[in-house]
């Protein structure tokens, strides 16, 4: 019995000797080859040597540099994307001041303009929709197979729609602006709607990105602890943002006075201002479809010349578990 105890706690001790002198016996080893004849040690024994000191951070796991740059490249799409997001939430909560007065959401617009606008808006907001969809076209470019679940597929479809929605936007808002002085505001921009019957429009433009930008928040956060206890809070909120939002929109459609809706004589200057507008919508939809197709139409050339039929090049590795 005592033997056995003895054992037991000598045991520990035992296999941390073991390992020194496996350890000793490598380095011995090693000496040797380099003795005899000035050989080097093998090239595995090199590349274990060589290999970088990155560990993966959510379990100290080593990392390749290429893990490491798609892990980079995620964080930035993420953050990119949250920017994104909250520049529709701000245009919501905008929207949703209109079940006030519409006085009210106009002040709220002056103040999103001030921000969005500014030196600094500008090249956070436009950097971040530039990374966003560079990352995009890479993903695009990139995936070796299309089996997606339905989830991701509607993430897809609301990610690959919202620019040509964004670009009849931003041409309309601030092109019109920076070169034919076009002044926003909501009874203008409602009035136009309404006598062009694209009223309805208005309110489908934030769907999407709302739905993707919703989506990815989901799939980044959802096994967030955070997330986990605040979850049915947050889906309140996704949900009954939207429904505000074109409850103000509805609201403040039914304030614009009838007299506004006159369609008023033509004019010639604002008749090309129009043309113009539309020669931009125009080129950057094409433009934009054709990257999309060009690296849809790259990608699949590469994994045929490649041969390659493996996962998702973005989609992070499978991890075994582990046996301690």
Excluded: C
């Excluded at 000496?31 to 050989?39: A, D, F, H, Q, T």
């Excluded at 062009?196 to 919703?214: D, E, F, K, N, R």
């Amino acid at each position: 019995m005592h033997d056995r105890e003895k054992q037991a706690r000598d045991t520990p001790g035992r296999a941390q000797r073991d390992r020194e002198g496996a350890s000793n016996v490598g380095g011995a080893q090693r000496s040797s080859w380099l003795r005899e004849g000035g050989m080097r040690p093998p090239k595995s024994d090199r590349a274990l040597r060589r290999a970088p000191h990155t560990h993966d951070p959510d379990d100290g796991r080593p990392v390749s540099a290429h893990d490491l740059m798609r892990k980079t490249a995620r964080r930035l799409q993420l953050g990119s994307g949250i920017l994104l997001w909250l520049y529709i939430s701000i245009h919501m909560v905008n929207h949703a001041l209109g079940i006030w007065s519409i006085d009210i959401a106009e002040r709220g617009l002056h103040l999103a303009i001030g921000l969005w606008q500014s030196l600094p808006g500008t090249i956070v907001l436009y950097g971040a929709a530039g990374l966003h969809f560079a990352l995009a076209i890479r993903t695009i470019y990139g995936r070796r197979h299309w089996s997606l679940p339905p989830a991701e597929w509607l993430r897809l479809w609301a990610g690959l729609s919202l620019p040509m929605l964004l670009i009849r936007h931003v041409v309309g808002t601030r092109v019109a602006t920076s070169f034919y002085g076009f002044e926003p505001n909501y009874e203008r921009v409602i009035v136009s709607l309404l006598t062009s019957g694209t009223q309805g429009l208005q309110i489908a433009l934030l769907a999407p990105g709302w739905v993707h930008g919703s989506l990815g928040l989901w799939f980044h956060l959802r096994r967030r602890a955070f997330f986990r206890r605040a979850r049915f809070v947050l889906l309140a909120l996704l949900v009954l943002l939207p429904v505000l939002s074109a409850a103000g929109f509805v609201q403040m459609t039914r304030a614009i006075v009838p007299e506004s809706l006159a369609v008023p004589a033509p004019d010639a200057a604002l008749v090309a201002h129009r043309a113009a507008l539309d020669s931009w919508r125009h080129l950057l939809v094409a433009g934009y479809l054709s990257l999309i197709a060009i690296a849809f139409v790259g990608g699949q050339l590469r994994n045929r010349l490649s041969g390659d039929d493996s996962p998702d090049s973005s989609a992070e590795p499978r991890r075994e578990p582990t046996h301690e």
